[in-house]
């Protein structure tokens, strides 16, 4: 996997209020049971970014007028489980890639950053997404293998899908850039070192 150092961030990518409408999908209970799962995990990984000093930056989704997560309604907010800090960058997107149209790339080529620890929702469409153009951007990539997640979705379940994108993700590359599916408590344990 690599030496950590400061050259990584954490990426948490549209942990918001309503990014996933319990009310409305087929698995309500078990998801929510999943999700708040997934939320103690973040938490955690987060923590341990703050102690290791690296740099948190959260990404919002808008779904557009109408939309559950629509800019600034209830729904679109950052979930009061994940600690948004005054320091930390906060990039809106309204395509699945948080790199289209949002200054992300500017603001870690400006911070010499080359590492994504990356973390969010929805598996299926954002998360995968953004590791994807990552990887072709140059930046090298630790997703969190159950630091993401998603509700079920034609036909699959939310833990086929996971598990699916975990496996075609591990090692994918562009060029000298790879991703690296990593579960949240192995990435923990890491040491981030001085450089």
Same mark, same amino acid.
């Given at each position: 996997m690599g030496i950590i150092n400061h050259s990584h961030a954490l990426l948490l990518i549209d942990i918001q209020n309503k990014v996933i409408d319990f009310k409305s999908i087929t698995r309500p209970s078990e998801t929510e049971i999943a999700f708040n799962k997934f939320l103690e995990r973040i938490s955690k990984l987060q923590t341990w970014a703050r102690d290791s000093d690296?740099?948190?930056i959260h990404v919002?989704? *808008? %779904?557009?007028?109408?939309?559950? #997560?629509?800019?600034?309604?209830?729904?679109?907010?950052?979930?009061?489980e994940i600690d948004v800090q005054p320091k930390d960058p906060?990039?809106?997107?309204?395509h699945c890639s948080s790199f289209s149209?949002?200054?992300?790339?500017?603001?870690?080529?400006?911070?010499k950053i080359d590492s994504l620890i990356i973390a969010g929702c929805m598996t299926n469409f954002c998360i995968d997404t953004t590791c994807?153009?990552?990887i072709e951007k140059g930046y090298n990539v630790i997703l969190a293998?159950?630091?993401?997640?998603?509700?079920d979705n *034609? %036909?699959?379940?939310?833990?086929? #899908?996971i598990?699916?994108?975990?496996?075609?993700?591990?090692?994918?590359?562009?060029?000298?850039?790879c991703i690296k599916v990593v579960p949240v408590n192995k990435i923990i344990s890491l040491t981030v070192s001085a450089d």
């Amino acid at each position: 996997m690599g030496i950590i150092n400061h050259s990584h961030a954490l990426l948490l990518i549209d942990i918001q209020n309503k990014v996933i409408d319990f009310k409305s999908i087929t698995r309500p209970s078990e998801t929510e049971i999943a999700f708040n799962k997934f939320l103690e995990r973040i938490s955690k990984l987060q923590t341990w970014a703050r102690d290791s000093d690296l740099a948190t930056i959260h990404v919002q989704h *808008d %779904g557009g007028q109408g939309s559950r #997560i629509e800019r600034d309604s209830q729904g679109w907010q950052i979930r009061n489980e994940i600690d948004v800090q005054p320091k930390d960058p906060i990039f809106y997107k309204t395509h699945c890639s948080s790199f289209s149209g949002t200054g992300l790339n500017d603001y870690l080529k400006k911070n010499k950053i080359d590492s994504l620890i990356i973390a969010g929702c929805m598996t299926n469409f954002c998360i995968d997404t953004t590791c994807r153009i990552a990887i072709e951007k140059g930046y090298n990539v630790i997703l969190a293998a159950d630091g993401h997640m998603t509700c079920d979705n *034609d %036909g699959l379940t939310f833990e086929q #899908i996971i598990k699916h994108h975990n496996s075609i993700l591990a090692d994918l590359s562009a060029d000298n850039a790879c991703i690296k599916v990593v579960p949240v408590n192995k990435i923990i344990s890491l040491t981030v070192s001085a450089d």
